[in-house]
């Protein structure tokens, strides 16, 4: 299998989706709902490229349902920022309007936010397959950042359809996700 290749083919092939705004409209109402029992409240998220689901409006909603309950939560949202050196990620607080900047890699990211340690961390797929395996950029930056963060976040990975491969196979260093869910809901564990 050539990864590369196969990347590529799924990145275009996403940001040429015709109805690509109403699977996210759809995914978003999937994210939304999947999260209403979670007992989190520091979630890591990523901003979106390359024609990715956005997970910041249901997260941004997730926040402030939080200060609606009879006993109200502070729930805190995380975006990634790049350590060059080690190749790892770590997560900054989020808001809608907060500073940004963008990293080495052209990738806005907080600027000058607090450090943040998510339990649950939803990660874009480029592709995912059986098991809970992703196919990502290729920079293992995920895989990294996950096999040192302890204790480790649950994991969940956001895709549309289009990206299931049937006969992916994951190599030796990949770590399977806790969940996957895509525009038509979850699709890891089944």
Do not use: S
């Not at 050539?2 to 590529?8: G, P």
């Not at 109805?19 to 999947?34: F, S, T």
């Not at 939560?73 to 060059?84: S, T």
């Amino acid at each position: 299998m050539d990864k590369a290749a196969l990347r590529r083919a799924l990145v275009e092939q996403r940001l040429n989706l015709p109805d690509r705004l109403q699977r996210a409209d759809q995914l978003q109402r999937v994210m939304r709902i999947w999260l209403v029992d979670r007992p989190d409240t520091i979630i890591g998220a990523y901003w979106p490229i390359k024609g990715e689901f956005d997970p910041l409006p249901a997260l941004h909603r997730w926040k402030e349902d939080g200060e609606l309950l009879d006993e109200p939560q502070l729930r805190r949202i995380g975006l990634p920022v790049v350590d060059k050196v080690h190749k790892t990620l770590t997560f900054h607080a989020w808001y809608p309007g907060c500073p940004m900047e963008e990293d080495a890699y052209g990738i806005p990211k907080p600027k000058d936010t607090e450090l943040i340690h998510p339990t649950l961390l939803f990660v874009p797929c480029v592709g995912y397959g059986p098991g809970g395996y992703r196919l990502g950029y290729g920079g293992g930056f995920y895989d990294r950042t996950l096999a040192a963060l302890q204790p480790r976040p649950a994991t969940v990975g956001l895709g549309f359809t289009h990206g299931y491969l049937d006969d992916f196979e994951p190599e030796a260093h990949d770590l399977p996700l806790d969940a996957i869910l895509n525009d038509n809901g979850v699709v890891w564990p089944v």
